[in-house]
């Protein structure tokens, strides 16, 4: 079984199931191509909102395939492209002009006729970072500074140009002789860096416009993984939030529940376009009762792609519970009980080898609720015990914004559902409440 994400036609056709859509009562993918076409303004701008597993990479996949004929996606990974504790919104622009510049050269070798961007638009991106090669292994200072003037002019410039890809945030890596440098820029005003992105982003719309009469639209993803500085999410799309929004290109980004949660909630851009939240999959009520619909859409998802004859007894129904309706969890907990039955030399998976899944997972879960010295956004584990208790008891201060709210968030303790957008308490979570006699020992909403 991949648990990788849905990405492409093929994938949707064999694993893509409604039944989790339909539980949730509404299809974000469909609402953002509605909305993408009744788009106001000259640009489409809005946030994708959910959790961690949640399914947002699969309604992207959705989103992508409705919008094919009419747009040119590129879809990029703030974890993957840049550097999750360091990355600021220099380096956010940084990586849609590099990635944009890297489509127009696909776009260019596609096409009969020659696609180009200007040269002193070029020359002048080139110039802003102010290049000074640092190699990994022994190369000559005067060779680096040869490689830097041979960048100059064209074609040689637009070579050179599209040799950058953003890496490790505020690095870039270029190719030289066989050997990987470290490139470091120097950052100018970013007002300027602004101004030059929105001006290459209109050449690029000017061609694409030209040779294929359709869009570019951006999508920004993977801004709710583990690693990634909050603080940081929060200084690109609260602080810098403008530079986005003034971008003359079709955004599409991601932001993790939490944020959407926070006190920073009224801040965010994109007011025009809006925010399309994709809540989770209940496994319980609000009263803690089981959610046959919901669990019914999470069997449908498993055995999509996997076989359902390789569970044994309850072993399934235990996964699909214990992973809180989070599609991720499940299938990380059905690997890892996989893995089990296969140590043990069984052909199938036991109840047995799904218990060792979820006591690891407990764990995990446990230790996402303590803190460190290095965490910066840390809440006493106090105080988040009596937001958990205050969530299970459905109190009505219970999804009051507030640290330990946005923090049981990001570590998904508390998952939020459905179109009133509820909060529930992590059904491994309410059995670590359990565990601590904090509730009592029978009580409902947890997996034990």
Known sequence: ???????????????????????????????????????????????????????????????????????????????????????????????????????????????PDRITLPPALLAELLRFFAVEAVSTQS?????????AEASVGFPQLWQSFLGLTVKAGGKLKVGYQQETKLVQYRFQMLSTLANLANRFVDECNALLKRFENKQWLVVLEDSDRPGLSGEGLRTVLVGHGELLDKLPLNLLVTIPAWLLYS??????????????????TPVFDKQHAANEAGRKALEAVLFARVKRGLFVGRAAELLIVACGGNVRELFAMSLEAADRAALADREVIEEEDVWKAIRQARANYLNRLGSSQEDSDSVPYATLR??????????????????????????????????????????????????????EADAPGGVS
């Open 263 to 280: 006190a920073d909630a009224e801040r965010l851009p994109f007011r025009q376009c809006g925010q399309f939240v994709l809540t989770d």
């Open 386 to 439: 009596e937001k958990l208790l205050a969530v299970y008891a459905m109190k009505a201060e219970c999804d009051v914004r507030d640290p330990a709210l946005n923090r049981l968030l990001q570590t998904r303790a508390i998952l939020h559902f459905n179109n009133d957008y509820w909060y529930g308490v992590h059904p491994l979570v309410v059995d670590i409440l359990k565990a601590q006699g904090h509730l």
């Open 139 to 147: 190369v000559d200072s005067k060779e680096a500074e040869a490689s």
């Open 1 to 111: 079984m991949s648990p990788a994400p849905l990405v492409g036609r093929d994938a949707l056709k064999a694993f893509y199931r409604p039944e989790l859509n339909e539980v949730r009562g509404k299809d974000e993918a469909k609402r953002l191509k509605l909305r993408l076409d009744r788009t106001d303004g000259p640009y489409f701008h809005a946030f994708l909102v959910g959790q961690q597993g949640a399914g947002k990479s699969t309604e992207i996949s959705r989103f992508v395939e409705m919008i094919d004929k009419d747009y040119r996606v590129l879809r990029l990974s703030v974890v993957n492209e840049l550097n999750a504790q360091t990355f600021q919104p220099m380096d956010v622009l940084l990586l849609i002009v590099f990635q944009l510049a890297q489509a127009v050269e696909k776009l260019n070798k596609e096409t």
